[in-house]
């Protein structure tokens, strides 16, 4: 999907300014999709100025590839949380969250996988600030269990944990 | 044993709690962390881990060698903030203007420093290695992609997998979610600028005027997906009707 968040031209009422300016967020969740995403976007840029007798000009800044979980990670993550803390412990995503992550990285070259560890503070109901807000708050009794997590996911890959 | 997990996570909870905030309190921001390297430092000190620390940025990777050979796994927590201001009224809140951790990295470091301690005592039940990478600049700097490119994810021996945990503050506490395939997206960005003639605005028949094709674009673009692939030759048709509709354009 891409999000138009910024546009600006001009500086007063009676000067037509030169250029006109867009800021926009691209985000995809596989590679493919990106690379069509980019394309179709830089080229509509170019192309529909020149429909109207102007110039489009495009600069494309490269962030952070999709994270894609293997498989044989994510199902050692659930058997791990499982593990610890029940079914009703672990919540298998429907969807992907549209946030992005270096992490990504590191998944591109091994195996593995990336999980989230709820940390709602009491009483918020769904409804806490969330991450890179100003009021973002951190359940710090939730804090155990991710670091057993931690711990159960190496055991659980190294030695065979029953 | 994962009931023994749970209790002996419980029982580091003061030192989880008191790293988590020290460095809440001082938060960094990018790829040159050296207070929060130092609190790191000194959280892992006395386990006799093996630390390798990045040249190019303030990251290091602590490794426990189990007792006997087997698979290299790779824990990351990141370190490094934001740049905001904190308004939680916290009794530890950010003491640095402008510095905030308000994505959880500071819960993320502790978390991963006391699975360090935890571990450590398991020295002598695990088969392989585990390889704890303390990661700065993940808020757009790409710190993992620095310290993959500089050798030093490898250096300890090639994790054979690697596990990342993320605080939600939008889920219930203690829960764990996860999924296969896509968890999170790419994000990319564009710089657009259109460009006419610009001038006073009495004599607009001379002048090129950036603003139609612009307005246009966000109208029908805001929320665009390529996903329609039927998307490109549609806006084609729309544009050829447009010149031709608007011919003095």
Request: net charge negative; proline share 6%; aromatic share 6%.
């Amino acid at each position: 999907m891409a999000t138009v968040g910024r546009i600006q031209a001009g500086t007063t009422n009676n000067v037509i300014p030169e250029a006109a300016e867009l800021d926009i967020t691209m985000r995809s969740l596989s590679e493919d999709t990106r690379e069509r995403l980019a394309s179709g976007v830089c080229n509509l840029i170019e192309q529909i100025p020149v429909a109207h007798g102007l110039q489009g000009e495009v600069k494309l800044k490269r962030g952070y590839p999709p994270t894609i979980n293997h498989a044989a990670g994510a199902e050692l993550v659930a058997k791990a949380a499982q593990g610890l803390l029940g079914t009703e412990g672990y919540r298998l995503m429907p969807n992907p969250d549209m946030a992005s992550e270096d992490f990504s990285y590191l998944l591109q070259r091994y195996n593995g996988a990336f999980a989230f560890l709820g940390v709602a503070p009491p009483g918020t109901d769904g409804k806490a600030a969330p991450c890179h807000s100003n009021h973002m708050l951190v359940d710090e009794d939730a804090m155990p269990i991710g670091v057993a997590m931690h711990a159960a996911i190496v055991f659980s890959s190294l030695s065979g944990l029953t | 044993m994962y009931e023994q997990l749970l209790t002996e996570a419980q029982a580091l909870q003061s030192q989880t709690v008191a790293l988590r905030r020290e460095i809440h309190r001082e938060p960094e921001l990018g790829l040159d962390l050296p207070k929060t390297r130092a609190k790191v430092l000194d959280g892992l000190s006395g386990l006799g881990l093996e630390i390798n620390q990045s040249q190019a940025t303030t990251g290091l990777v602590a490794i426990l060698r189990g007792a006997r050979p087997g698979p290299n796994i790779l824990l990351r927590g990141d370190m490094d903030a934001l740049p905001m201001s904190e308004d939680t009224g916290l009794p530890f809140a950010s003491q640095t203007p402008g510095h905030m951790h308000a994505c959880g990295h500071d819960a993320h470091t502790s978390m991963l420093a006391s699975a360090a301690h935890l571990l450590s005592k398991h020295k002598e039940d695990i088969r392989g290695n585990v390889l704890f990478m303390f990661q700065p600049g993940e808020e757009g700097y790409g710190g993992a992609k620095i310290m993959l490119d500089e050798g030093l994810i490898e250096a300890g021996g090639k994790p054979d997998s690697v596990f990342a945990l993320h605080v939600a503050p939008e889920l219930p506490s203690g829960i764990i979610a996860c999924r296969t395939g896509p968890i999170l997206a790419a994000v990319d960005t564009v710089h657009g600028r259109i460009v006419g003639r610009g001038g006073t605005a009495r004599c607009r028949i001379t002048l090129q005027i950036p603003y139609p094709s612009h307005v246009k674009w966000c109208r029908r673009y805001k929320h665009w997906s390529p996903d329609n692939s039927a998307y490109l030759s549609q806006l084609w048709r729309q544009l050829v009707e447009y010149r031709l509709a608007r011919p003095t354009m």
